[in-house]
């Protein structure tokens, strides 16, 4: 797999259930960042979780992240029809200051009301 | 809350010609990203800009690309030649300085067309 890997690749759920979605990387990282996508619309940044956390939570939002196990997870509690978008993890390397994103493929998150 | 702003929000060019697509990053970062998404696909990196010159650019970005900061505020992004192919969505990100502060936000996107 490349570097961010999605899955699933879509999820669909009723309002008010919990989602997670995961991803999973290769190379070593400095951070990673979720980012949502309304359809054709740009990046909202979500969160960042650096690669000596574990675990961050923002409103609904908890990320947790496994450095040995190169893999990242975004549960969103509670859903509402509005958190219906694309889903993406994002990773960067140490560069510098200069780190650019690495994206995943995303998943695809429908909301049923 | 500061954003990042582009324009246009889309652009319809005929292939060969060109094109400049504009950001304002925010006001206080000092590194600037062009990225680009073809649709459904992954956005991928394309260049990475700090203290005036490009700090990493991706094979996508070629001799046909450039980047600008001519003032204060504005970054740009201009293909010379538009091709087919570069029918895609650019966005432009930006993220402050300092070891603390990573987070890269984006704007909402120029979707170009090329005919």
């Known amino acids: 797999s490349q570097q961010g890997e999605e899955d699933p690749q879509a999820l669909s759920i009723q309002e008010g259930e919990n989602a997670t979605m995961n991803c999973s990387y290769k190379?070593?990282?400095?951070?990673l960042q979720w980012y949502r996508q309304n359809s054709g619309r740009g990046l909202v940044h979500l969160i960042l979780i650096r690669s000596n956390e574990r675990e961050k939570h923002s409103g609904r939002l908890r990320v947790t992240l496994d450095t040995s196990k190169k893999s990242s997870s975004l549960l969103i509690t509670a859903s509402r029809a509005a958190d219906t978008a694309s889903y993406f993890c994002?990773?960067?390397?140490?560069?510098?200051?200069?780190?650019?994103?690495?994206f995943g493929t995303g998943t695809r998150l429908t909301i049923i009301p | 809350e500061p954003e990042v702003t582009q324009t246009p929000s889309h652009q319809v060019t005929q292939m060969g010609q060109e094109v400049i697509l504009r950001c304002v990053p925010i006001s206080n970062h000092l590194y600037f990203y062009w990225y680009r998404q073809i649709l459904g696909q992954k956005v991928e990196f394309l260049v990475s800009?700090?203290?005036?010159?490009?700090?990493?650019k991706s094979e996508i970005f070629d001799d046909q690309f450039s980047v600008e900061r001519p003032d204060g505020s504005n970054f740009t992004l201009k293909i010379r030649s538009t091709k087919l192919e570069d029918s895609a969505m650019y966005f432009c990100a930006s993220r402050g300085a300092g070891n603390v502060k990573y987070e890269q936000y984006f704007g909402p996107g120029t979707r170009l067309t090329v005919t």
């Open positions: 800009f700090y203290n005036n010159e490009i700090s990493e």
């Open positions: 190379t070593s990282i400095n951070n």
């Open positions: 994002a990773t960067d390397a140490p560069n510098f200051g200069n780190e650019k994103l690495t």
